[in-house]
């Protein structure tokens, strides 16, 4: 799905642009949503997010949107381009946690098609999977991770089931778990 849209907003002078999202995504609604409200609350994260998770300013949200809009492009280049997104995040705020659910996120994809020792590419996706629920334990990103590694690592469906029903817990929205 091919996803474009131009935020404007209505002053005296006419249409002032505010912000344009131009991705080919698969869970675009929800990234689509995500964005905008990126744009026009600044105080978004304070008023939807637990308080456990780290606050972004909107430069970093907007990162990790892309990042994930990269992730769902799936070639080496573009993981790598996701990749460096995440870790931006990350060094700019180092307790955000879907930062980390990304970059776990990432090396599965990368131990399903393109590395050659696929086990410790799993353990260090593991590796963030949980730093991402040390950060914040309602983290669904983070559960989704974990529910893709228990099966790809531990062969553990019943485990990787829990994971992924206790992400939509979290978030009966959230995309990867309904995925």
């Not at 609604?29 to 909107?58: M, N, T, W, Y």
């Not at 593991?126 to 991402?132: D, F, I, N, P, Q």
């Not at 950060?135 to 990103?141: S, Y």
């Amino acid at each position: 799905m091919n996803l474009q849209a131009k935020l404007s907003r209505l002053d005296s002078s006419g249409l002032v642009p505010m912000g344009n999202f131009d991705n080919v995504i698969q869970p675009a609604v929800e990234a689509l949503g995500r964005f905008v409200a990126s744009i026009l609350s600044p105080s978004r994260q304070e008023s939807e997010q637990p308080a456990k998770r780290g606050l972004l300013d909107r430069e970093s949200y907007q990162l990790y949107l892309s990042g994930r809009a990269w992730f769902h492009r799936w070639s080496p280049d573009n993981l790598a381009q996701a990749a460096a997104h995440f870790e931006t995040v990350t060094a700019r705020c180092p307790d955000y946690a879907p930062a980390y659910a990304g970059l776990a996120d990432i090396q599965v994809l990368l131990a399903y098609w393109h590395v050659p020792n696929a086990r410790s590419t799993l353990e260090r996706g593991r590796a963030y999977a949980l730093k991402a629920i040390e950060l914040d334990q309602n983290c669904a990103e983070a559960y989704c991770s974990l529910g893709a590694l228990a099966a790809t690592i531990d062969r553990d469906w019943n485990a990787s089931e829990t994971y992924f029903h206790r992400a939509l817990a979290v978030n009966p929205n959230n995309a990867l778990a309904l995925n």
